[in-house]
């Protein structure tokens, strides 16, 4: 598989700019104040179509011939991936088609197709969504964009950080959730070129850790099917996520549920913005281990803000 | 009474420049196409003690010579201002007191003292709380901050507009919601001196409209106890707000408790920021009227945060 390098996420970064925000840094003095550390919360959550895979997304889509554009994409992902394709493609004026079981939530077809994608139901088996997957692909000769486990994703996700340097200067310590480690490989990506003496932690619910398991182990541990609020994190490592997650992440923090609501809950009421259960497991997990990151200037990525207002994890 | 000018803001600008935000301006592309109009939201939310009120309680406290300062501080208000005078003055590091009816929710007692301010009880009446009010300041002797009918507030409030068109530029119109007329009349203060050409509306809960009826017969209208969902938005005009709505204010819209809610709902959702039900107000305005804005570079005050996440009004 092809390793990106820096060069590549230059590219993506001048490639996608018309497609996404620079999304603000915001600082809170109330969680400083908390934690004795300096830090600065990267609000992807303010990204187009709610969340920092519209990064890869874009980079995916955009930088496709036109031969294959008029082909489409595809992808299996209900979640933000899926959502962040359909937004890019859209933006392209091609055809995005998501696979997703036909239990899932209706809401989430329904945003899928707000975005002008086209939901294709399959069983909820793995085994049926790989089968109608493979149809659609071979129907159509869609292009297939994994949510986090293809270069050219990473390069996009990786555009984040590099904004995240350029806006706030280098940082003693960058974290971010980990679920298949998208945001995290593009994280290594550009923090080992431009930024090397910055840590880079991830952060995992204790109910998804797969990845902190692999990373105590040293190869890939994948879990069958884990609960989380969390529900961005619950994939797992693929190949080369792993490449960058073993090579360059300094630790991996687990947080419990509890922690994650609790984080959620204060960063709504404190720093008055929307984010999803995901992107708090990354201050919970600063909350959890004051000690690492006391005296430093630390980069927070809140990874998204697709949330269902009318079922928050406290009420 | 003192009608304070342009040259006073300059000065309150520069006196709290070190205990406010200035506050980001965000766009909305969903807002956007929905409405036709060019839409700068001014995101008050994110301010200090969570609402545009920490810039006119700030002035007012920093205002203060050493002597008074030293008597502290007192107001009546159980809502913003109540937290943000007590962030003020804690900041300077004298007493705030705030009078508050005994059966006032225990959380907006708790946020008043979490910013350092000292609450005094009354009973849930006006004559209590008048005369719980005088026995404070007859003793303390400490400086009277009404919410707004004040020209210290005033001048405070009136920073947001200033720093609106610093950021974006001259605007065809400004829309703010109005209780009391604090936030809209600093913003007729700004706007009538540094961008005489935009138009100001202000946006009112109908279930709370005695500002549009004051408006519309030339008049203060005070209403006895209004009922709304945008509990900020309760308060009448007082002389000197109404010598700033009276002559600037272009028009005022009022919306249903429904059209509030939804436009809050919608807020929250596509941009992704908590911010309260007074707020909304504004927004509901616009998606009621889109004719008047529609073509239009618009800048909209959210004004404040600070809402029970635990109850939210569409749950």
């Known amino acids: 598989m092809y ?3 820096y060069e590549d996420v230059v ?9 996404i925000h620079r999304t603000p840094v915001l600082t809170s003095s109330y969680f400083n104040d908390r934690t004795g550390a300096e830090l600065y919360f990267k609000c992807e959550n303010f990204q187009k179509a709610g ?3 519209a990064r890869g997304a874009s980079n995916a889509v955009f930088g496709l011939s036109e031969e294959q554009a008029a082909k489409g994409v595809a992808t299996h992902s209900s979640g933000n991936h899926g959502l962040s394709l359909s937004y890019a493609a859209g933006r392209r004026g091609i055809k995005a088609t998501v696979v997703m079981p036909r239990t899932a939530p209706e809401a989430k077809k ?11 139901e399959c069983e909820p088996s793995t085994s049926s969504r790989e089968a109608v997957f493979a149809e659609v692909v071979a129907e159509s000769g869609a292009d297939f964009v ?9 390069q996009g996700q990786a555009t984040c950080s590099k904004e995240l340097i350029e806006d706030v200067g280098e940082l003693d310590a960058v974290i971010a959730p980990i679920g298949g480690g ?12 431009i ?10 619910p204790k109910n998804a850790d797969d990845a902190y398991r692999s990373f105590k182990a040293g190869h890939i541990i994948a879990d069958d099917a884990p609960q989380t609020v969390a529900d961005g994190l619950k994939v797992p490592l693929k190949d080369l996520t792993w490449h960058f997650v073993s090579n360059h992440v300094t630790d991996i923090f687990t947080t419990t549920e509890e922690e994650i609501v609790e984080a959620m809950y204060l960063c709504w009421q404190r720093m008055k913005i929307v984010m999803e259960p995901s992107s708090a497991v990354a201050i919970a997990a600063i909350l959890k281990n004051p000690e690492v990151f006391a005296g430093k200037k630390v980069g927070v990525i809140l990874t998204g803000g697709n949330v269902d207002l009318k079922k928050l994890p406290w009420a």
Chains 1, 2 share one sequence.
């Open 3 to 5: 390793i990106p390098t």
């Open 11 to 19: 590219v993506a970064h001048e490639r996608i700019r018309p497609y």
């Open 51 to 53: 969340a920092f895979k």
């Open 110 to 120: 329904e945003a899928v197709r707000g975005y002008g994608g086209t939901v294709v």
């Open 146 to 154: 994994h949510p986090y486990n293809d270069p050219r994703v990473i």
């Open 182 to 193: 998208g945001m995290v490989s593009g994280s290594c990506l550009t923090l080992s070129n």
């Open 195 to 204: 930024a090397p003496n910055t840590r880079i932690y991830a952060a995992e």
